[in-house]
């Protein structure tokens, strides 16, 4: 993996666990999902998509000795992933669609705790927002699902 260049770099709370991905996100949202909601215990997430291929955990081997994992009761084919020392979750995989998701709070901060990479990361719409906790007024687009695949809101 000589040529990997990360383009975005996170880690759970604690830094015991880190991550990278090598391409841009695709898809980068704020979601609203009730199964968001209920595993984050937040009104939604800022999540982003990526195919598995550009992912890659760079904390120090064995992975899964730091790692906690868990698959979703609801939703099988999708395997989440936390911190064994802080518990805080930094990302998940889709087996059905061979994707990983990862949470925009993660990524890695400047001094200022500004999210480096910003450019890259920032969320493009709202997604399934018929399930919103609040509403959230700002120029992003609404969906009552995914992105560009369900009922525009807005």
Not at 66 to 82: G, Q, V
Not at 116 to 141: C, E, S
Request: charged share 20%; net charge positive.
């Amino acid at each position: 993996m000589a040529d990997y260049v990360p383009l975005l770099e996170g880690s759970c709370f604690c830094q015991a666990i880190s991550y990278a991905v090598s391409a841009r996100p695709i898809l980068s949202a704020y979601c609203h999902c009730t199964s968001c909601q209920r595993l984050t215990s937040c009104p939604f997430i800022h999540t982003m998509h990526f195919d598995a291929s550009a992912f890659t955990w760079t904390h120090p081997e064995p992975h899964e000795s730091r790692l906690d994992s868990y698959d979703n009761i609801l939703k099988p084919y999708k395997r989440r992933f936390r911190c064994k020392t802080c518990g805080v979750g930094v990302a998940s995989r889709n087996s059905n669609t061979n994707r990983i998701s990862i949470w925009g709070a993660t990524l890695g901060r400047n001094e200022d705790g500004k999210i480096l990479g910003w450019d890259i990361a920032k969320p493009t719409a709202h997604q399934f927002y018929g399930t919103r906790m609040l509403d959230v007024n700002d120029d992003l687009t609404k969906w009552e699902g995914y992105q560009s695949k369900s009922k525009r809101l807005d």
